[in-house]
């Protein structure tokens, strides 16, 4: 038996709770600030400092701006019925050396980054990012990587938005 003063919010006949559009706006930020935290502590193996200072800031707007350092594209090459196939390119624009460098974009609502070569591929739910390979972290000064790919998942072909690089 339920007292009255125990019953849910809506369960006296009123309105269900629904949030509101600041509220909805909120939860969606924090979530996506929970999923940046995921990957910067993936990023760092599971240790408490990230390997990449910036890896757990909200992403700017695309695309990766030159003050960071670096210059990042993302190019879709193709897609098919359920997956996609993509290019990238990162540029060294500081005069020393970037060690683990990588790329960070954000992926549309059910999209994922499957598989990646010349880079080590991470995604924490719609940030996907892309890591210097273990055998080749160091960017030099003035150089650019290129040939990165990956391949993924997708219902329609997939925007890179919101690149970022480091």
């Not at 240790?47 to 350092?69: D, E, F, I, K, V």
């Not at 591929?121 to 040939?147: E, F, K, N, R, Y």
């Given at each position: 038996m339920t007292r009255s003063g125990d019953r849910p919010y809506?369960?006296?006949?009123?309105?269900?709770?629904?949030?509101?559009a600041k509220t909805a706006a909120f939860l969606g930020a924090a979530l996506l600030v929970a999923a940046t935290a995921l990957v910067a502590a993936a990023c760092a193996g599971?240790?408490?400092?990230?390997?990449?200072?910036?890896?757990?800031?909200?992403?700017?707007?695309?695309?990766?701006?030159?003050?960071?350092g670096c210059t990042a594209t993302l190019t879709l090459?193709?897609?098919?019925p359920g997956g996609y196939r993509g290019?990238?390119?990162?540029?060294?624009?500081?005069?020393r050396p970037m060690r683990d460098w990588y790329i960070q974009w954000l992926l549309p609502h059910g999209a994922t980054i499957t598989q990646a070569w010349k880079g080590t591929p991470m995604q924490s739910g719609p940030i996907a990012m892309i890591h210097a390979p273990a055998g080749d972290p160091v960017?030099?000064?003035g150089a650019t990587a290129s040939g990165i790919g990956f391949v993924g998942a997708a219902a329609t072909p997939p925007a890179f938005t919101e690149i970022t690089c480091g």
């Amino acid at each position: 038996m339920t007292r009255s003063g125990d019953r849910p919010y809506g369960a006296s006949g009123g309105r269900p709770y629904a949030p509101g559009a600041k509220t909805a706006a909120f939860l969606g930020a924090a979530l996506l600030v929970a999923a940046t935290a995921l990957v910067a502590a993936a990023c760092a193996g599971g240790n408490a400092t990230p390997r990449h200072a910036s890896a757990h800031r909200l992403p700017p707007a695309s695309p990766a701006s030159p003050a960071a350092g670096c210059t990042a594209t993302l190019t879709l090459v193709e897609s098919w019925p359920g997956g996609y196939r993509g290019t990238a390119t990162i540029s060294n624009t500081t005069g020393r050396p970037m060690r683990d460098w990588y790329i960070q974009w954000l992926l549309p609502h059910g999209a994922t980054i499957t598989q990646a070569w010349k880079g080590t591929p991470m995604q924490s739910g719609p940030i996907a990012m892309i890591h210097a390979p273990a055998g080749d972290p160091v960017l030099a000064p003035g150089a650019t990587a290129s040939g990165i790919g990956f391949v993924g998942a997708a219902a329609t072909p997939p925007a890179f938005t919101e690149i970022t690089c480091g």
